[in-house]
């Protein structure tokens, strides 16, 4: 068997293995689709979760000094005043007097419409507002006006003092939130690279403004740490110091971590910010409310400033594929599969009687599966935690299911066979190697004898 890198993959082999085997299709496919929006299928749902919960178990539930929270995506207009976006979270937005076609003036080169190909047809950019407004209640007025979230930041912010006055937590502490985050965007492209409605992971961690440099040095090693468990290459990963001139007006440091992605390029996947105490100092001045942490010591009082990782749910799930795709042969038949970490892999282990149509096996195999699927008490085996993550295939040959399960991903498929029913013993196939070995099916339940699962 030949392994090599996979070089030459593109986007659309992604974006068709994800509609195809259910991972993404287009959002209001049937009617023609969306532009911008996605919808994830069972197997990308898995996905999604199993990276959202890993950044979650990482970030907050294996750390002391965070605290989660989960904000409505409504928020009183005030907030996004305060907060400049209003005003300020918009893109140069350009249209072409020829094809009406309307682009995004800073990701083009305007001497030439890149639709219909004439030059000179774009006039000076209008600054578009990113926001997607909307009314709440039943009277539309200036009032009721409300904006579908643009980030999952500000909801933490606006929490930043409830939190304080329930925990009282020592300083520094970070407040985390995952959740949906809309932006009208001039041209969403690049499958779900940018998206209208997508998904953050979001971090505001509190400081005390003379540590900031050091506690920003940790943020960029807790963030490698994560991005190595998502196995991503760290040859692929770029950090990229943002110059003055291109940061936020608030951020005195922005580090963009850009990864290479298939056909686009180095693009940037997550940003590290440190936002000073802009967004306190904002809703302090605008809200009335004191946003001072009183130091458990009796030291004076001060407003934190703030570090903030800032991670995109879609993008981190487009780097994830891009570099799990890998195309082989295996004895001189090619295939495509995922070499995805087991601990996100939407499958964990296929259960597969050898015939579908051999009673016996089936009955054998249906034993397997559901010890698998609902592990007992007493099994103490890794695969007691794969629970949901089991999947019956007694579709087509076994050499089909076995490229099937490659092609998302499942670490390993169990076969059941005749020699089954003598011996109680079953194939196990790895999805890297293709090799296939013996075990007893006992030793599918108890960790102890079962070293190699463990590798
Ligand atoms: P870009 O410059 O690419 O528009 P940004 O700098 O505006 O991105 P941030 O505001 O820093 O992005 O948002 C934080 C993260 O949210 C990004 O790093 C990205 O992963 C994700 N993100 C932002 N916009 C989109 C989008 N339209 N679709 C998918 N993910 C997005």
Same mark, same amino acid.
């Given at each position: 068997?030949?392994?090599?890198?996979?070089?030459?993959?593109?986007?659309?082999?992604?974006?068709?293995?994800?509609?195809?085997?259910?991972?993404?299709?287009?959002?209001?496919?049937?009617?023609?689709?969306?532009?911008?929006?996605?919808?994830?299928?069972?197997?990308?749902?898995?996905?999604?979760?199993?990276?959202?919960?890993?950044?979650?178990?990482?970030?907050?539930?294996?750390?002391?000094?965070?605290?989660?929270?989960?904000?409505?995506?409504?928020?009183?207009?005030?907030?996004?005043?305060?907060?400049?976006?209003?005003?300020?979270?918009?893109?140069?937005?350009?249209?072409?007097?020829?094809?009406?076609?309307?682009?995004?003036?800073?990701?083009?080169?305007?001497?030439?419409?890149?639709?219909?190909?004439?030059?000179?047809?774009?006039?000076?950019?209008?600054?578009?507002?990113?926001?997607?407004?909307?009314?709440?209640?039943?009277?539309?007025?200036?009032?009721?006006?409300?904006?579908?979230?643009?980030?999952?930041?500000?909801?933490?912010?606006?929490?930043?003092?409830?939190?304080? $006055?329930?925990?009282? *937590?020592? %300083? +520094?502490?970070? /407040?985390?939130?995952?959740?949906?985050?809309? @932006?009208?965007?001039?041209?969403?492209?690049?499958?779900?690279?940018r998206s209208r409605e997508f998904e953050q992971m979001e971090i505001e961690y509190f400081v005390n403004k003379n540590d900031w440099e050091k506690e920003f040095?940790?943020?960029?090693?807790?963030?490698?740490?994560?991005?190595?468990?998502?196995?991503?290459?760290?040859?692929?990963?770029?950090?990229?110091?943002?110059?003055?001139?291109?940061?936020?007006?608030?951020?005195?440091?922005?580090?963009?971590?850009?990864?290479?992605?298939?056909?686009?390029?180095?693009?940037?996947?997550?940003?590290?910010?440190?936002?000073?105490?802009?967004?306190?100092?904002?809703?302090?001045?605008?809200?009335?409310?004191?946003?001072?942490?009183?130091?458990? $010591?009796?030291?004076? *009082?001060? %407003? +934190?400033?703030? /570090?903030?990782?800032?991670?995109?749910?879609? @993008?981190?799930?487009?780097?994830?594929?891009?570099?799990?795709?890998?195309?082989?042969?295996?004895?001189?038949?090619?295939?495509?599969?995922?070499?995805?970490?087991?601990?996100?892999?939407?499958?964990?282990?296929?259960?597969?009687?050898?015939?579908?149509?051999?009673?016996?096996?089936?009955?054998?195999?249906?034993?397997?599966?559901?010890?698998?699927?609902?592990?007992?008490?007493?099994?103490?085996?890794?695969?007691?935690?794969?629970?949901?993550?089991?999947?019956?295939?007694?579709?087509?040959?076994?050499?089909?299911?076995?490229?099937?399960?490659?092609?998302?991903?499942?670490?390993?498929?169990?076969?059941?066979?005749?020699?089954?029913?003598?011996?109680?013993?079953?194939?196990?196939?790895?999805?890297?190697?293709?090799?296939?070995?013996? /075990?007893?099916?006992?030793?599918?339940?108890?960790?102890?004898?079962?070293?190699?699962?463990?590798?």
């Amino acid at each position: 068997m030949s392994q090599e890198a996979s070089k030459g993959v593109s986007l659309e082999a992604i974006a068709s293995l994800c509609k195809r085997r259910g991972f993404i299709y287009q959002g209001s496919d049937v009617y023609g689709g969306l532009a911008g929006t996605w919808d994830y299928g069972p197997l990308g749902v898995a996905l999604k979760r199993n990276i959202m919960n890993l950044w979650w178990k990482m970030f907050v539930e294996e750390r002391d000094d965070m605290l989660g929270v989960d904000a409505a995506i409504l928020m009183n207009q005030k907030v996004w005043q305060a907060s400049g976006h209003t005003e300020t979270f918009t893109d140069p937005l350009v249209e072409c007097s020829n094809c009406h076609g309307r682009f995004r003036a800073d990701k083009i080169d305007a001497s030439q419409c890149p639709s219909c190909g004439q030059k000179g047809t774009f006039g000076e950019p209008r600054q578009f507002n990113m926001m997607f407004k909307t009314n709440v209640g039943a009277i539309e007025d200036e009032n009721s006006i409300s904006y579908l979230r643009p980030e999952t930041a500000q909801g933490i912010f606006t929490n930043y003092k409830n939190v304080v $006055d329930s925990f009282y *937590p020592d %300083v +520094p502490f970070g /407040i985390a939130q995952q959740g949906k985050a809309f @932006r009208n965007e001039i041209s969403p492209r690049d499958f779900v690279f940018r998206s209208r409605e997508f998904e953050q992971m979001e971090i505001e961690y509190f400081v005390n403004k003379n540590d900031w440099e050091k506690e920003f040095e940790k943020w960029v090693k807790d963030i490698e740490h994560y991005l190595i468990e998502l196995g991503l290459p760290t040859s692929k990963v770029h950090k990229v110091e943002v110059p003055e001139a291109e940061r936020a007006h608030y951020s005195k440091r922005t580090i963009d971590f850009e990864f290479d992605f298939p056909s686009i390029g180095r693009d940037e996947l997550l940003g590290l910010a440190y936002r000073t105490d802009f967004d306190l100092m904002n809703i302090q001045k605008a809200s009335g409310k004191s946003m001072e942490y009183r130091p458990k $010591d009796g030291g004076k *009082p001060f %407003v +934190p400033h703030v /570090i903030e990782p800032s991670f995109g749910v879609e @993008r981190t799930i487009m780097a994830v594929l891009s570099a799990a795709y890998t195309n082989d042969e295996v004895n001189g038949e090619k295939r495509s599969y995922l070499k995805i970490p087991p601990q996100l892999a939407p499958v964990k282990v296929a259960v597969s009687p050898l015939l579908k149509n051999k009673p016996e096996l089936v009955k054998k195999a249906r034993e397997v599966y559901d010890m698998l699927k609902n592990p007992p008490v007493e099994m103490t085996a890794p695969r007691n935690l794969y629970k949901g993550a089991v999947m019956w295939d007694d579709n087509g040959n076994i050499g089909k299911r076995y490229r099937r399960q490659d092609e998302i991903g499942t670490p390993e498929c169990l076969t059941i066979d005749f020699q089954t029913l003598e011996d109680n013993t079953i194939t196990i196939r790895d999805r890297d190697t293709t090799n296939q070995t013996r /075990i007893p099916i006992d030793h599918l339940k108890m960790k102890s004898s079962f070293i190699e699962f463990e590798k």
